[in-house]
C-alpha cells in the first residue's frame, strides 16, 4: 500500500471515530472568512493537530480545525484556515486535507480566498467568482509518484471551475443583491506581496486578482473528480495601483467588513445546491 493511501485513511479513519458526518459538500475558509464556521448546526470541531498526517495553521485569520455538521440543509465539513506554500509546507502538504475530505464524501467543494485586485473596474471589498486561474507558483501539486486510486494522472483543467456552480452563483448573487465580479484568479508563492511592475504583467497575461493560495487545492480537487466553485474577496487592490503600501492587516479588516455579505452569498448558494 503507498504511503499515501495509508496516511489518508488513518486520518479519515480518526474523523470517523470522532463523528458519523458525511459531508456532501467541502469549505475551505481563505483569510479572516472563517466567521461562517459560527452558523454551522450541531458542530464537530478538530484541531488539525489532533488528526493524523495533517499540517499546522500559522497564518493569523486561519483557526486551524476542521469543522463537520450542517448548514442550509446540506452537510459539510469546513476547512476553517488552509495551508499555504509560503510557510514552508510542500504542495502535498497543502492539498491533503482536500483528499481527506473528498473520502469522508463531500462531493463539491467552495473554496474562497483574500486576494489583491489587478482588475482597475473592480473595487475593494467586492467578491469575484472564479471563473479560471493561472498557477504562478509555478509547481504542480500531482507531481512525483502517482497513485491510482486518488484519480488520473493528466488532469484536465480546461474547466477547473465547475460552469454550472459558476452559473447558480452568478444567479444567487443578482438575486441577494450582492455585487459579483467574475474573473481570473492568479497565485504567486508568496509571502512577498507583488511589485507594481508584476502586476502590470499579470494583468497583461490575463489576470484579475492575484493571491497565494486556492490553485493547488482545486488541482487536487479536480484530480478527484470533485466540482468547484471559488470565490476571491477583494481585500485590497493590487500593488501600484494605488499609491499605498500593502498590509495582512487592511486583508483582515477588509474581509471583517465584507463578511455579512460573504455568509449570506455562501449560505444562499448552499441551499440552492444540488449535491
Known amino acids: 500500500m503507498q504511503k499515501m493511501l495509508r496516511n489518508l485513511r488513518q486520518s479519515v479513519d480518526y474523523i470517523h471515530a470522532v463523528t458519523d458526518i ?7 475558509l481563505g483569510s479572516g472568512l472563517g466567521a461562517l464556521v459560527r452558523d454551522i448546526k450541531n458542530p464537530v470541531k478538530i484541531s488539525y493537530e489532533n ?35 509560503y510557510e514552508g509546507h510542500s504542495l502535498a502538504d497543502i492539498t491533503y486535507p482536500v483528499r481527506v475530505m473528498k473520502l469522508l464524501g463531500a462531493a463539491s467543494v467552495i473554496v474562497t480566498n483574500a486576494a489583491g485586485a ?34 488520473p494522472r493528466f488532469v484536465d483543467m480546461t474547466y477547473p471551475y465547475d460552469r454550472d456552480l459558476l452559473a447558480l452563483a452568478e444567479r444567487v448573487g443578482r438575486r441577494e443583491g450582492i455585487h459579483i465580479q467574475k474573473g481570473v484568479y492568479l497565485a504567486s ?17 490575463g489576470a484579475d486578482a492575484a493571491g ?3 490553485i493547488p487545492e482545486v488541482i487536487v480537487a479536480r484530480q478527484m473528480s470533485m466540482r468547484v466553485l471559488g470565490i476571491s474577496c477583494m481585500t485590497n487592490m493590487a500593488a501600484g495601483i494605488l499609491e499605498k503600501s500593502l498590509s495582512h492587516a487592511e486583508v483582515i479588516e477588509t474581509t471583517r467588513r465584507v463578511k455579512g455579505d460573504f455568509i449570506r452569498f455562501i449560505k444562499a448558494i448552499l441551499k440552492e445546491m444540488k449535491v
Open 22 to 28: 458525511q459531508p456532501q459538500v467541502a469549505l475551505i
Open 51 to 85: 488528526i493524523p498526517h495533517f499540517p499546522m495553521a500559522t497564518v493569523e485569520g486561519h483557526a486551524g480545525e476542521l469543522v463537520l455538521g450542517s448548514l442550509c440543509n446540506k452537510r459539510i465539513v469546513t476547512m476553517s484556515g488552509r495551508f499555504h506554500f
Open 118 to 151: 489587478i482588475n482597475r473596474t473592480f473595487k475593494v471589498g467586492d467578491l469575484m467568482l472564479i471563473s479560471d486561474h493561472i498557477n504562478n507558483i509555478k509547481q504542480d501539486p500531482l507531481r512525483g509518484e502517482h497513485v491510482d486510486d486518488l484519480g
Open 189 to 205: 508563492p508568496g509571502p512577498s506581496y507583488e511589485t507594481p511592475a508584476e502586476i502590470r504583467g499579470y494583468a497583461m497575461i
Open 212 to 214: 497565494m493560495s486556492t
